[in-house]
């Protein structure tokens, strides 16, 4: 706003987020409620668009947030999830809920690169590999 880049074509407000990444993950469809491009899967027409590209139906109603994982896991109705560069311990404003709810899973993965790991580490968990190697290119972009 203080640059004079609103409602002028083009231009917009860009958020910072906290973590690394995330805008681009949102960007191509991670969302549980959208597809890439920020199309809502109760869209019809979207929807369809994604099934011929992929050649597969898609349910119309949206999956779960993380927040609401962690309430089907504390009921017993989520088994398991796949943490990848983020620590929900951190990201989540209430943390006896989350090692509640992963501790009621049968089945935590945590795919922790080099400076991020999940702080319930120190022994609660059973590691599967050390130490992962990923590729980092000459102008910084970590894949």
Not at 86 to 113: G, R
Not at 129 to 143: C, E, K, M, P, Y
Request: aromatic share 6%; proline share 6%.
């Amino acid at each position: 706003m203080a640059t004079g880049n609103i409602g002028r074509p083009g231009v917009g407000v860009n958020p910072l987020r906290g973590q690394n990444n995330v805008h681009g993950a949102c960007d191509m469809g991670s969302f549980p409620h959208e597809l890439p491009g920020y199309r809502h899967i109760s869209g019809d027409e979207a929807r369809a668009s994604f099934e011929a590209l992929w050649n597969v139906k898609l349910n119309s109603e949206p999956g779960l947030r993380i927040p609401n994982m962690f309430d089907a896991a504390i009921e017993g109705a989520f088994m398991g999830i796949y943490v990848q560069g983020e620590d929900i311990l951190q990201s989540d404003p209430n943390t006896k809920h989350v090692v509640a709810a992963l501790s009621a899973m049968e089945c935590v993965v945590v795919h922790a690169h080099r400076n991020l790991h999940l702080s319930l580490r120190a022994g609660r968990y059973d590691p599967l590999a050390r130490r992962v190697r990923h590729a980092r290119h000459r102008d910084g972009a970590a894949t």
